[in-house]
């Protein structure tokens, strides 16, 4: 099986997040699908948590009805109809027959399907020919929170190069929060090394927090900046149709 490694670019604004909620998804190049992937992450996932084997058929439901609001008309003849009562249906006992592609509805069948851990996810995901994991584990990753996602999943995002990683969280960290942060910046600043223990200890609050409103100091800038580049250094029934 061939690795891929397929990295987000910040420059790119592949992901737009606005007021706390994802406005734009560009990778997603089908309109329908882009819909349903907004609608599904701010409306239906956050929702959900936990084993999703305990909840599948709620959610399978829910992520039908959104669809349904979402699409309006194009809903009664779209394909998407057919795909997702084939997976309301089997996730109460029937064969899933719908093709496997690497696109959302895809996704969202894999992580319904066998998605209460990421390995299981995916070794399912390899064997329907899947490709691409993204769009799969950002909802795991919605469904389960950062906090709960074990340790041999995050290092694989976080062992990437420190500068990479920095520029992901600071174009989140900046649309979250309403400001611009220097990379260049962040690189030249001189952090202690100190045990990932005691910098969450030390720092929890500042992360768990909104920051105060920047009022043009820099000296507030750069001690985001700061903390930014610390962490990154110590881091480890058979339904109805509808």
Known sequence: MASYNILLSPDA?????????????SSIVNNEENQLYISWVNNVLINFNGKVSSASAELADAITKSAIDTLGDKWA??????????????????????????GVLSSIA????????????????????????RIAFSFYGMLN???NLTRDFTDILLNQKSIYVAEIYR??????????????????????????EEFIKKHHEKLVSTPKEYDGDNVLREQQCK????????????????
Not at 82 to 88: A, D, I, K, P, Y
Not at 175 to 195: A, F, R, W, Y
Not at 228 to 242: D, G, H, Q, R, T
């Open 171 to 196: 174009e989140f960290y900046g649309q979250l929060h309403g400001i611009t942060i220097d990379i260049n910046k962040m690189s030249n600043i001189e952090v202690p090394k100190v045990k990932h």
């Open 145 to 147: 929170g950062f906090a």
């Open 77 to 102: 003849n779209s394909s998407i109809r057919t795909f997702l009562n084939q997976l309301r249906r089997h996730v109460r006992g029937e064969e899933f027959t719908q093709p496997w592609d690497n």
């Open 227 to 242: 903390e930014i580049w610390e962490f990154f250094n110590n881091s480890p029934a058979v339904p109805k149709k509808w």
């Open 13 to 25: 604004e592949e992901i737009i997040t606005s007021n706390g909620k994802i406005s734009k998804v």
């Open 110 to 133: 894999a992580v319904i399907s066998k998605g209460d851990d990421w390995e299981t996810l995916l070794s399912f995901m390899q064997s329907k020919r899947m490709t691409d994991y």
